[in-house]
């Protein structure tokens, strides 16, 4: 094997691992629109801001301690003392479930039978508030996230894949980060299970009734207010999932919630309300901006081409398909 | 109604559709029908529920394409028009389901009926004064004799959201007027009105027939309301034509009264 | 009483006939607005020239189709330029315009159409045109129909219908031949010549066709606007009946003073196009006055509890200081600027949302006028005055001279009138404005009119100590009861109307022991009232049978008993019991006059046993009547109607019932 | 309250078509106008201009560009920082490559470039919408700030990356650079941005505009009127990149006159903007400047509160301001979808008909 083949073998396994981190937070869309046809632009922040409530939880941080200090002028930083992980997560879980039925009591009900862009405007200033209320909450500074999942490169593969190479030619083995690795495992398990729930429990068929038609789902006896909060606290356990892969391999920091911009072009690939489209497109975005960064964007183009590519690779792709890939066919009736 | 009955053979055929078949992936929508519209006629579109009769009015005004047949208006062959094209042609109509412009007023909504009959450029409309307002106000002038003829001069600057549904029904009427087209397309112009509005709208109907001497071709369901105000009824059912001609042929012709009139509707 | 002074009987020298008053005004004011009608989304206008040139035209037409001088001409339509251009052309023409009411159905048109004997007719529309063929073929006088709006007109007879414009058109090409014809014309006639013939509703019998000359119109019209300062600046709103005499005197004061005539867009319209207008003139009959009050009492009642106080509160301080300032009399500096205030939080507003923001003066006329509801308005600021008068006097008798306005009368003779009460309490005047005849009724005339020229009005009434006439009631409704003392109906009536929830009340009392009362609830006050107490309802009898309304009406009928305590005539027509009746009256039904005056004589036939169970002392009774619909379909409407004492209070000559 | 309607009538449709048939409406107008040309420039000074004023036109205009496309139109864009950014760089490029040529000439030649990017990311309207266009116009947004970034030439090669705005005047008057004057940026701005309000108030009242509103209404009921949906969505694209270029071009020349396009035109920017139009309301002229009025003071104002007033950090000053915002626009949307345009709308309605409720 050719050394250019082995490095492009590379770049597509790293296309794809991070792919499958797009596609979790595409999920947390996905789940959300369906159910409510919202489009959740804060889904990001709620990455973000699962992943800093399990650090600070973990650390032992004092909830509000910048604010209260400012007023008080006291010193208040920790409470002490470490909590284990699982604990933690949990408890986060807890904030994510109580974060779902605050949104549902206080926005949504509000703004129910509102127009499809109202709501997704409201989403993007949930978006402004929850990072504003993060900060404050947590602080601003970059937090380090470790749950107990490795990372790093694998040096067993690394040395593996040393030897793949033709006689004469210098490789170095193959990188991929044992992070990415468990990731894309919890994804398939996330995957798989949401899937289940979704087709064998009595919640999850309303689920899929309220996606189908709100006023059937209502006839059935199944209360909106109630799927809501499900979905958003779904969503909610998504996004601390994908935040905590996220703040595991890059740190907790402002930027985790940016994720979420990465997700649009996935959504827009594989359609709005379709989970495998989120997994397929996520994939497809993830190879193919690693590959055009590899083989055009930073040969020509002077690098950094992941920042738009994924945009204009779904754009163009738009065009030609604008139900995206698995979006049900848009039938204009008259 | 229309009283002058020179013979048919004077007629002008305003609109021929021949052989028009239409299907959508698969399912057959309408078969092989053919029919046309005289100049000046008030035309009916009748049957039963999913008899195709609003996919013939998709086909007149373009928004379905057939897959065949031929479609002559004014006595050229139509083309892989757009909707748009159709309506510079002159052909407008109104819809089963209101479909206004809900933001706007009704002067609004009824100025941009005018549409087509206005043609300032960008930078005119920009600087408003001079050319873009004397052709506003030309328009304006003639969408008041609209509101006029439909006697809705009080709720002229109403957003037409606030209004009740036969108001509305009939602002919608009155934005397909305002484009003075040739020939009108009615969708169920009286659908879930109650009798008073029905009498009413029959009237605006027969009057714009009458002194526009517009060509009006209209679905409707109730039979007693077709019999009275079309010259010539078109019947159709399971996307075929049953019946064709004027509306005591039609009444009185077997297959008509099996398919539809015997229906209890 | 003496009469005043006629100082100016004419807008100017020799200017006898509105056609020569129109060219005056011409030469006066070629660039003034003269009329405007509110069409296509904008008040359209014409100045004098072209009112002129429209009426020349058109007159020019009327002749040329055979319209000849002493000819009638049926005017029927609502209040448009071209009705009112229509009676000046014919006036140029010679010949005599008879403006009808348009909703008058087409039997009671026939009657005038034959009475008249018109032979040209112009009908505003389609809908005008088919009444008059309807009736065309006991009509044979008429010759041709001209309408005003051609729509859906284009299948009629064209040799008998036709065209306004067309008209018009045949009169421009006469002009273009004849340029000085139209001029020559107008001075054909004279001040004493027929200018006019109105027909009165008349609340009994066939309609009276009453004669008014030019010189009985222009100089009462001339002098009133000389006496009330009218000038070419003022803006009036024609939204009367054409062929109510007032309406009639309107346009001839807009001639004489050379003002702007605005014409509404439609009825519906009336009030948005008014509040448009801003008009500085105003007239109404005191129904439109009471409407409007009930409106603003409604709509007030729905405002937030704040609003409802601050306006409480500078109605009070209008109350008090309001009618004083209007006749600039002295007010105390901190009452000054409250009311000031209240100009600004509350009665500016106010005006201006009821059209009535740059009013210099208001009439009222017709009926007597509720003194709360007159005060009301002059609190406001808004000078309005009351007037008595009638078609046969071209409407002036009386007029309540600025400075002297009390709500109870009718004020003092007009210039030129002079006034009288004969010894049967009738009062009588002798007027410029007296008219010609009843048309085709010597027999009418001669008992109306005596040969030295005073005329009876059927209304009695008396002078006050400051001069002031006061009218009671009409002649032939004022009663006795079986005791002896008089019994006004009207007056009582109207102290219950004043009520927002009482939209009409009879009231009998003549040969009887004791006073009894109908009464029709407002559906718009008592409607708002129930939606406001969660009170369901599904028809208006259901509504008016409500215990709570007969409470509520049970109280204002009480406190009208109160009031008429005061008053040493009225003080025993204190009214013992009254039911709410099932239906509104109405003038479809013949229980009105189309100008809303009650038919005693049908309400006595057809309610006679609902009069009876008031004074048998009934709790209940049944009762069925006939409604015609709109479009002519009858249905009945029957059910038990209530029957409710009221505490009546004691006075002195009080017998007790 | 303040209204008098009465005798205030149109004779023609001149009349009744004016952008304000009020008369106390028409005197108000006129009497803001006042202020703004003739009373505020006897108090302009560094702060008033350039902390409150000139950032308040500049966001206006942003605001109005993208009302016309979003509120007017019905297309979504999240693009406005991108499209900004091209104002500003076409900006910079003219002004370096002429340097004679007048700062009027120069904002508008940098408005048309931006219109043509404009409905060059516009194209895929005709076949995309709702959201996915929004998310496509981020495409704008990226790639665009990219590019700014990417090719030295847009930047001239300058070793920091960033791009300076060298010294231009008008008449003699110097507008862009260190020595330009308060009151000379101030008046400029106002000049332009009440500019073009005129030309948006012309452009939404018209056929145009009418299109436009269709087309978001219902725009297959607008294609069979005949309004060729392409042409409206792309003329909505260009109009609104014109007023979005113009606004980034002041923002780089005369209000900010150095420019880094990450941190200038970054997609917070396109969020601010349609903020403004939410808040200040969708369709409507005066809810952008409302809006941008807004956006602009609020921040002045908590910083005053809060880190001039009760000495807090401003790192905390400016987390609390993204709650308030983001707060805001939540609450705003559940009180009035329709922002405080429409709310002033209300009030105007309440005051005509004082002092009646209805």
Redesign the interface.
Known sequence: MSADFLYTLEVILNGLMAGVMYSLVALGFVLIFKASGIFNYAQGVMALFAAMTLVGLQSGQIPFAHLINAIFGTDLHHFGWQMPALLAIILTVGVMVLFAIIVEKYILHHLVNQEPIILFMATIGLAYFMEGFGDIMWGSEIKTMDVGIPSGGSFWLEEVTMTWAAEGERYWGMYIDKLDVVATLVALVLVISLTLFSQYTKTGRALRAVADDHQAALSVGISLRTIWVIVWSIAGFVALVAGIMWGSKSGVQFSLSLIALKALPVLMLGGFTSIPGAIIGGLIIGVGEKLFEFAIGSVYLGGATENWFAYVLALVFLVFRPQGLFGEKIIERV | MS?QNNGQNDKKVMLDLKNISLSFGGVKAITDISFNIYEGEVRAIIGPNGAGK?SML?VI?G?YHPQEGEIWFNGEQRKGM???EI??QGI??T?QNI??????SV??NL??????H?N?N?FY????KGP??Q???AN??FV??I???LEI??I?KTPVGRLPYGLQKRVELG?ALA?QPKLLLLDEPMAGMNVEEKEDMCRFIL?VN??FGTTIALIEHDMGVVMDISDRVVVLDYGRKIGDGEPNEVRNDQTVIDAYLGVSH | MAANEITQPYPGPGLDTLPKILLHNVRMYPNRDAMREKEFGIWQSWTWTEVADEIERFALGLQARGLKAGDKVLIIGANRPRMYWTIVAAQAVGAIPVPTYKDSVAEEMQYVIEHSEARFVIAEDQEQVDKVLEVKDRCPAVEQIIFDDPRGMKGYDDSFVVDFEAVQAEGADIRAKQPDLFKQMTEQSKGDDISIILYTSGTTGKPKGVVLTFDNVIITSNQVALLDKLTENDEILCYLPIAWVGDHFFVVQAFCAGFCINCPESEETVAADMREIGPTYYFAPPRVFEGLLTNVQIRMEDAAPFKRRMYAYFMDVAKKVGIRKLENQSVGFMDSVKYALGNFLVYGPLKDALGLGRIKLAYTAGEAIGGEIFDFYRSLGINIKQLYGQTESSVFITVQPDGEVYPETVGKPSPGVEVKINDDGEVMYRSPGTFHSYYKNDKATEETKTPDGWVYTGDAGFFMSNGHLRIIDRAKDVGKFNFGKMFAPKHIENKLKFFPHIQEAVTFGDGRDACMAFINIDLGAVGNWAERNNVAYASYQELAAHPEVYNMVKESVEQVNESLLGDELLSHSQISRFLILHKELDADDGELTRTKKVRRKIINERYKPLIEALYNGDDQCFIETEVAFEDGRVAKISGDIKLVDVKTFATDANVAA | MFYRESGDFKKTYQEDGQTFPIRFDRWRYWVILAIAFLVFPFFMNDYFANAVMIPFLVWAIAALGLNILTGYCGQLSLGTGGFMAVGAYATYKIMTAFPGMDMFSVIILSGFVTAGVGVLFGLPSLRIKGFYLAVATLAAQFFLIWLFNKVPWFYNNSASGQINAPERDIFGIVITGPHATPLATYLFCLIVAVALAWVARNLTRGRLGRSWMAIRDMDIAAEIIGVNPLKAKLSAFAVSSFFVGVAGSLLFSVYLGAAEVTDTFGINVSFMVLFMIIIGGLGSIFGSFVGAAFMVLMPVLLKNILVGGLGWPTDLAAHLEYIIVGGLIIIFLIVEPHGLAQMARVLKEKLRLWPFPH
């Not at chain 2, 100025?111 to 087509?116: A, I, K, P, Y």
């Not at chain 2, 409309?125 to 408003?128: F, P």
């Open positions: 009283t609003s998709n005004n928004f757009k909707p748009y309506a510079y407008a109509r819809f479909a206004l412009f809900k933001g706007m002067l609004d100025m941009t009926g005018r549409f087509t206005m300032k960008l409309q920009a600087m408003w873009a307002e052709e506003e106000i304006r002038e008041e004799h509101i006029d003829f001069q009080s002229r934005r484009a009057d009458d002194t």
